[in-house]
């Protein structure tokens, strides 16, 4: 699949084309999507068992939060039974990821450029509101632009609303480019901010409703009892 688009507001540079290609799973024959969903249940056992391995051997004692004899008073559940309750919550987390994986796109890889492009032309177009903005506070940014114009061009560029005189020549035609600058924040946006945001709400997400389950269990006396002990660590049985 191939597509090619130019930009006319503002005299835009052009959108790169690209050619999509179906993206290659880290572990074939795997798909990444069933991945993972697996590897967070790895994740979860392998650091289960090297909580459960200091517990046994009693390692790092002056760095506990309680003390064996307090774990002992607490702790009414048998390991068989948070190994089962975890289980189980692992099955229906599973269940419900498979569901959500079917419902999701096959993925693919090339157009990496002309999203990194599209942030740079965010950002070009998020500049020519920086003179209205300025301009509401009684700053004169066309002056400004100018006053900075000597020592950066760049500054004066964004200052002025994105007004750039950067050419470039793409296929033997002479078209508008973007800063370097851009292209850079560009890559930062693309690579590390907007995943990072993704993540972050993606962790707000599902620890609030863990929070509000662990809070029901905790307030509701049958759901204490039946499930509250079964935490994601290996707890000691009496």
Request: proline share 7%; net charge negative; no cysteine.
């Amino acid at each position: 699949m191939a597509t090619t688009s130019n930009s006319t507001t503002m005299n835009l540079p052009p959108l790169p084309p690209y050619i999509l290609s179906q993206q290659p799973p880290l572990i074939s024959p795997i798909p990444d999507k069933y991945l993972s969903l697996a590897l967070p249940i790895v994740a979860y056992w392998a650091l289960s068992m090297v909580f459960h391995y200091i517990d046994e051997f009693d390692l790092f004692p002056q760095y506990r939060l309680h003390t064996p004899a307090e774990v002992l008073k607490r702790n009414h559940v048998s390991r068989w039974e948070v190994v089962r309750d975890v289980v189980i919550q692992q099955i229906v987390q599973t269940i419900v990821g498979v569901g959500l994986a079917m419902t999701e796109p096959e993925h693919f890889t090339g157009r990496e450029e002309y999203d990194i492009t599209m942030w740079a032309q965010r950002l070009r177009l998020a500049q020519g509101y920086i003179p209205t903005g300025l301009g509401l506070a009684g700053i004169d940014t066309l002056s400004l632009a100018q006053k900075a114009a000597p020592y950066s061009s760049a500054l004066a560029s964004t200052l002025s609303g994105g007004d750039y005189t950067l050419i470039q020549v793409v296929d033997g035609t002479i078209t508008p480019a973007y800063a370097e600058w851009e292209l850079a924040a560009a890559k930062v946006m693309y690579y590390v901010a907007f995943p990072a945001l993704q993540f972050f709400l993606a962790i707000l997400i599902v620890d609030t409703w863990q929070y509000f389950l662990h809070r029901a269990m905790h307030m509701n006396k049958w759901l204490y009892s039946e499930y509250i002990l079964s935490d994601w660590r290996v707890i000691r049985a009496n």
